[in-house]
C-alpha cells in the first residue's frame, strides 16, 4: 500500500545558483486507521503495524531561477520498520517555494567634496560603477553580495548623484542612482546602489554687482 507523506513546507529562499529547495516542517505519514477501514489508496497506514518514517527529505525545483511560486520535486523520504514491507512511499505532492533576487552590491562611484549653489540637486558623479565581485555557485552565502560564477550579470546605464536639499544650508549627502543590471541572469539579482556618500555640501555662488555710476566731483580731500 503507499503511504502518503505530509508535513514539508517550502520557507521560501533567496536565489542560490542551484535547484536545491530549502525545505521546514518535519515529513510524516498520515495518521493511521483501523485495518479494514478506509481504502487502499487512501494513503493511510494500518494501526498495529510498525512502521515509522525514514530518509531525509530533499527539495528540487525545475530550473534555479527567480520566480514566485515554484514547483518543488520532493525526494528522501522512506519506510522503515518491522511491517515496512508492505508499504511504499509516495513522496509529498504539490509542494511550491518562491525563489527571490539576490541583492548585489557596488562601488566605484564618487562626487567632490562641494559644488557651488546652482538651485538644483545634480550632483557630478566620476568613477565607474562596479560589481563587487563573484563567488563560486555554494559558497559565501545569499548577503554577502556576490554573484556567482557562471551567471552573466553586469551593471548598465548611467550614474546619478541627488543632493538631499539643493540649499546651502541643509545639503549634506548625495544618493546615487541611474543604474540597473544587465545580463541573461540579471532577473535572478536585485542591484544594491552604492551607500549615499554623507559630509557633501553645496558652497555659496558669489552673485556680481551692477549698474552703479560714477558721475564725477569736485574734490573734497
Known sequence: KALTVTGITAPGQIYNATTTAVLGGTAAFLSAEAPGAGTTSDGKPYTGDTISIGGTAAGTFA???????????????????????????????????????KALTMSGLSVPASKIYDATTTAVVSGTPALTGSEAVGAGNTSDGLWYTGDTVSITGTATGTYNDKDVADATTVTYGGLSLTGAEAGNYSLTIQSPDAGKTITKKALTVTGITAPGQIYNA
Do not use: F, R
Request: glycine content about 12%; charged content about 10%; hydrophobic content about 30%.
Open 63 to 101: 530550473t534555479k531561477d527567480v520566480n514566485p511560486s515554484k514547483a518543488i520535486t520532493i525526494t528522501g523520504n522512506t519506510v522503515t520498520g518491522v511491517d515496512s514491507g508492505n508499504y511504499t512511499v509516495t513522496q509529498q505532492q504539490g509542494l511550491t517555494g518562491a525563489v527571490t533576487a
